[in-house]
């Protein structure tokens, strides 16, 4: 299995801060990444996808970068409504997986 | 407009059988690359995904709990199925049904989440 090691675990951070979210995998990826937010409540919903690809809809302050086994998430300017959860997800292979999640806070 | 919704048995006790169902609209499982996954949550706690089924029958399973799995579909009335034999409480969890959808050709992301089926297992 491809194990994904997400850091940090929680995040606190200033309005119109920009923060970054890492995640690792065990091997080579290839880009298969996406990056899910989930707000208090709520299920996951899609931001980026193969990588660095936005997702329909999602505001542009959210970027993905990355290749290899390194790849990280980027929140421009944040907003208060960015306050949630996020995780990142490998479909490179079965069985897919994801990161244990970014628990992100305003200060 | 792609929407999906769980339904479930809510509460269930040790050794049952937790039968799921996805229903949803917007997209056909008839349709050359479209899938649904099923991915469970446990309060507090990160993403696990189960299994999913592909337009065309094929199914994928976790490995670690390959042999309790069964997911399969109606493509006629939009829905998918999962079954979990021999529950316990360790399957207390948020269960989630998720459109997979091709980015490219060898890439399927889950682009549109259901708003998950509560499910606790006690006795």
């Known amino acids: 299995d491809i194990q994904m090691t997400q850091s940090p675990a929680s995040l606190s951070a200033s309005l119109g801060e920009t923060v970054t979210i890492e995640c690792r995998a065990s091997?080579?990826?290839?880009?298969?990444l996406a990056w899910y937010q989930q707000k208090p409540g709520k299920s996951p919903q899609l931001l980026i996808y193969?990588?660095?690809s936005l997702h329909t809809g999602v505001p542009s302050r959210f970027s993905g970068s990355g290749s290899g086994t390194q790849y990280s998430l980027k929140i421009n300017s944040l907003q208060s409504e960015d306050v949630a959860s996020y995780f990142c997800?490998?479909?490179?292979?079965?069985?897919?997986?994801f990161g244990s999640g970014t628990k992100l806070e305003i200060k | 407009q792609v929407t999906l919704k769980e339904s479930g048995p809510g509460i269930l006790q040790p050794s049952q059988t937790l039968s799921l169902t996805c229903t949803f609209s917007?997209?056909?499982?008839?349709?050359?690359?479209?899938?649904v996954g099923w991915i469970r949550q446990p309060s507090g706690k990160g993403l696990e995904w189960l299994a999913n089924?592909?337009?065309?029958?094929?199914?994928y399973y976790n490995p670690s709990l390959k042999n309790r799995l069964t997911i399969s579909k109606d493509t006629s009335n939009n829905q998918a199925f999962l079954k979990i034999t021999n529950v316990d409480t360790a399957d207390t969890a948020t269960y989630y049904c998720?459109?997979?959808?091709?980015?490219?050709?060898?890439?399927?992301?889950?682009?549109?989440w259901g708003q998950g089926a509560s499910v606790t297992v006690s006795s």
């Open positions: 917007g997209f056909s499982l008839s349709t050359y690359g479209m899938g």
């Open positions: 089924i592909w337009w065309d029958d094929d199914k």
């Open positions: 998720a459109r997979m959808r091709a980015t490219t050709p060898y890439y399927y992301v889950m682009d549109a």
């Open positions: 193969n990588a660095n």
């Open positions: 997800q490998q479909y490179y292979n079965y069985p897919l997986t």
């Open positions: 091997e080579d990826i290839y880009n298969g």
